[in-house]
């Protein structure tokens, strides 16, 4: 045993998180946690987020934060690389819980809705087609339809404080829990 | 709390409870201001028994086996609202059981209509939500059922969104039984059972339904609303803002006192 070994350097957790069929308020709100960012990033690094601009998950990223629910073909190849390559998932808000105003137009013809969108006065309808635009799924689902989620953290948004409660809960090692004034489903 | 001899009373989890006779479990607790979770049941009306989150477990025992460990044999469980209460009844409630499984009804009423409280006028006063808030309901844990529902415009000054009923029939007994105009019913069975207003044509606007009708202001849910009444009070200021459901059991108390 090395008995000069100094007081271990924690390793900072990696967490990644992402937007799908959201709107980025719960990337906003995740902002309103305000100065207490300063203490967070002394626990965690960000790894794929909108914050850091990096395009892809590290193989061993701890957390995955995710907003929005799946309305497209690329939600679902990100929301699979998410759960591939983090230990623990979130699904943070209302659409990534029940798919949330997005998910109101399941109950129209996808076919109905792309018609009414792209109807140009007496041209017809031109609904673009370049297949670099995802298609879109006839439904929009919340996330733990399509892959295992481990923690819900429901709001629209969550406010700052409920994300900060949330986050803190979870890095001691404690199960989130909300209470009274910090849940919210809207 | 006793200030005669023949007051009776029966225990909700710790707590000594009186009653009258006839009252039943949620009556009486309610009174005494110990809130017991509900949805179809009010204290105006016959109750209905079908919502079942207001379910306790009645004398539960502790019997020693003969390796002389200790063993707990459940009650049996029933609807608060429909159970008299009895002299010296042992009722449990706040158990961790019990709120499982009214979070799983909860959580279930949830996925099994259209809820989305951020466009839903009743959001921060709908007895749903607040019960999901108190349950502390983080997830819907089942598939969204995402069932097909349609509005009813039809009425001057009353919308009917039957994306978010809940089946408790409150409406349909305000206006059966206090507005005698029997505007509302339940119609079809199992997963098909849904809300219908009594005219010819189906529609709101052709029943003799008025906005001041006990039947137009029950609805403890999102269906039906007030036009031009919308988000009139601002987020935050909201009754499930200010207080947890919980918080409001004498509201709900068949002997109102002074709120």
Sequence with gaps: MNATASTPVKRKLKVATTSLAGCFGCHMSFLDIDERILDLVELIEF????????KHCSPNCDIGIIEGGVCNAENVHVLHEFRKNCKILIAMGAC???????AQRNSLDIRDILAAVYAQPGRGVHVPNDPEIPLLLNEVHPLHEVVKIDYFLPGCPPSGDAIWKFLTDLLAGRTPTLGHGLIHYD | MSNGQ????????DDEIPFEEGQTIIQAALTAGKYIPHLCYHPEFKPHGSCKLCTVRIDSRTVATEDGQTVKIPGRAAASCTTPAQA?????????????????????????????????????KCMLQGLAYDLGVMSPHFPQYFSKREVDATHPDILLDFNRCILCELCVRASAEVDKKGVFSLSGRGNTKHLICNSESGEL???????????????????????????????????????????????????????
């Design chain 2, 88 to 124: 010296g009844q042992h009722v449990e409630s706040e158990v961790p059981e019990l709120l499982d499984l009214r979070r799983t009804l909860v959580q279930m009423l949830l996925v099994e209509g259209n809820h989305y409280c951020p466009s839903c006028e009743k959001s921060g």
């Design chain 2, 205 to 259: 606007g052709d029943t003799n339904l008025a906005a001041t009708d006990k039947a137009a202001n029950v609805c403890p849910v999102g269906v039906i609303l007030h036009k031009r009444h919308g988000f009139e009070v601002p987020y935050g200021q909201r009754r499930f803002d200010t207080a947890p459901i919980s918080d409001n059991a004498v509201q709900y108390a068949p002997v109102k006192e002074q709120v």
């Design chain 1, 96 to 102: 990534a819980i029940n798919g949330g105003l997005p």
């Design chain 2, 6 to 13: 023949d007051t009776k009373t029966f225990f909700l989890d």
């Design chain 1, 47 to 54: 790894d794929r987020s909108p914050l850091t601009d990096i």
